[in-house]
């Protein structure tokens, strides 16, 4: 009789683990609510900081998402998505990342009951994607419109986007500066507004209050002259910008001179000076009176530059090259030779000026420029850290809302409206996609209901005034969560992009959507051949670090 035991077959390696179906879905939703839970407390004005200490000792005190995500170093590999939500959030719009993360954590907490129903994960997929069409529609909808001119809008928008983050003590002279600066950038063409955000250079100094954080028409180097000779400040400069060396070039290949007679060393050491004097010569004449180097500048061109009087810097950064030239109108140039007076840029002033313990050089009073300085100045590290982080997301919201002209209501009340809205539309739904779109317009009010948590409030009440608000169609009504009442958010200055909340909305779902279609996790063996999971933490999963 023919043996019949089947020998069992291996299709992984050893050391493979793997999680399957329901157990999968659960341990995925777990490590997405996990990380929302994280940022969770530091949403709105009356948001906690966190404090991250890395392995190097050294600290971090923040209440900005991303930083707290990427600064956490996220091992689970769902937790690891949600975290790229923020980081896309950041990219898009440069604000609106605990949103986004905090929607995705709750998105995935309304499947997880939806699941225990015996809902497939394919049809809340689907209905979660109709909801985020449907909500986009919605927050188009109800935006309103901002003008370029619309000072006090995008005045507030900065506002907005500080409250509750470190700079909150000087908001309204952060709030001008990033207006102002943004407005300084802004490029017309035939689609609208270009701006791009890296052409506000964001230069951070120790020692002052934040009240002293200024803007500057043109731009702050951390370099300062190159030679003592030369003058400290320069007005009515004429700029060049040099990407190539100000030295005598080495050969390409390996190569020795040998000198046998005294005097020819002296011919040779002449020579290298005639080269170096032909350099400068070339910058003189063509009228310059300040020239930024992207490499060195040679002891004896320094030397022939300083009696000239030219004031020079070396080894200044490409990106910083390039603002130079926007904010002077300079070109940059790459081959001495071919350097001119029209290639030359003009600025009202270049200083070098001493701030704190170190000397920076000041390219200011630049006509119509198109790059600008903001520079922040803080008590400590932490504090101008912080209000760095603040500014950067200011200046994120401003240039979103140039860029498509339009804005909503903060505090919670776009949420409430989409939410109620939403409930709406499930209403006209037939299938069982029906519930999915009503998981997804209930998760929306985690955010009102996280805005009150923070702030002390009892979240059942305000949820209870801000739905019978927008009964009664008070599209902006929202929290104000230094007073608890509700108030119409628009009237009250609480006014965000819409953009955040469109790019919110629509990676939070997409997110979600991908992680509940995960039905299997299978974790590869690491190369040392053993077993790669973190300990304490089920098959399938990576873990997070503790915090």
């Not at 003590?169 to 207006?179: E, F, G, P, T």
């Not at 709406?424 to 999915?436: D, M, V």
């Not at 779902?509 to 304490?536: W, Y």
């Amino acid at each position: 009789m023919a043996n019949r035991d089947i020998q069992p077959i291996f299709i992984l390696p050893e050391n493979t683990s793997r999680t399957t179906g329901k157990d999968a879905q659960r341990m995925n939703i777990m490590a997405a609510k996990l990380v929302a839970e994280t940022v969770r407390t530091t949403l709105g004005p009356k948001g906690m900081d966190k404090m991250i200490v890395d392995g190097a000792g050294d600290v971090i005190v923040t209440n900005d998402g991303v930083t707290i995500l990427e600064e956490m170093n996220i091992e689970h590999p769902s937790a690891k998505m949600i975290v790229e939500i923020a980081k896309t959030q950041e990219d898009e719009v440069g604000d609106g990342t605990t949103t986004a993360v905090v929607l995705a954590g709750e998105f995935l907490k309304k499947a997880e009951f939806l699941l225990d129903q015996e809902i497939h994960p394919t049809v809340i997929a689907k209905g979660y994607r109709m909801a985020a069409e449907k909500a986009k529609e919605i927050l188009n909808e109800i935006a309103e419109d901002v003008k370029d001119t619309d000072d006090d809008v995008l005045k507030n928008i900065a506002i907005t986007a500080m409250t509750g983050k470190g700079a909150e003590s000087s908001k309204d002279l952060l709030a001008d500066l990033v207006v102002k600066g943004v407005k300084r950038i802004i490029n017309k063409d035939k689609n609208g507004n270009v701006m791009d955000k890296n052409d506000i250079k964001i230069e951070k100094k120790v020692g002052a209050g934040v009240d002293e954080s200024i803007l500057i028409d043109g731009i702050v180097l951390d370099k300062e002259r190159v030679h003592s000779g030369m003058p400290k400040k320069v007005e009515n400069a004429k700029i060049a910008l040099i990407d190539s060396a100000v030295e005598v070039k080495n050969t390409e290949i390996e190569a020795k001179i040998s000198i046998t007679d005294p005097e020819k060393m002296q011919a040779f050491l002449d020579m290298e000076e005639n080269m170096l004097r032909k350099m400068v010569d070339r910058v003189i004449s063509s009228g310059a009176n300040v020239l930024f180097c992207q490499k060195g500048v040679d002891d004896m061109a320094q030397h022939f530059l300083a009696k000239k009087g030219v004031f020079t810097c070396r080894r200044i950064s490409k990106s910083d090259l390039e603002k130079l030239a926007k904010a002077t109108g300079a070109n940059i140039v790459t081959d001495l030779n071919e350097l001119s007076a029209k290639d030359l840029g003009k600025a009202g002033v270049v200083e070098e000026v001493k701030v704190g313990d170190e000397s920076m050089t000041y390219v200011m009073n630049c006509k119509n420029p198109k790059a600008v300085t903001l520079l922040v100045r803080g008590s400590t590290e932490h504090v101008v850290d912080e209000v760095k982080r603040a500014v950067e997301d200011a200046i994120g919201d401003i240039i979103a809302s140039l860029k498509n002209h339009k804005a909503v209501g903060g505090a919670g009340a776009p949420e409430m409206e989409l939410s109620k809205q939403l409930l709406k539309y499930s209403e006209s739904l037939s299938g069982r996609e029906q519930l999915a779109v009503k998981a997804f317009a209930e998760a929306m009010e985690i955010i009102p209901r996280t805005l009150a948590e923070n702030a002390g409030l009892d979240p059942i009440d305000v949820l209870t005034e801000l739905r019978a608000a927008h009964d009664k169609n008070q599209k902006w009504a929202g929290i104000n969560v230094f007073t608890g009442k509700v108030v119409d958010a628009w009237k009250l200055g609480v006014i965000e992009p819409l953009k955040i909340k469109t790019q919110a909305v629509s990676s939070a779902a997409e997110v979600a959507v991908m992680i509940l279609r995960i039905d299997d996790v299978i974790s590869g063996a690491s190369g040392g051949g053993g077993n790669c999971m973190p300990q304490g933490m089920p098959p399938g999963m990576g873990g997070m670090p503790d915090y």
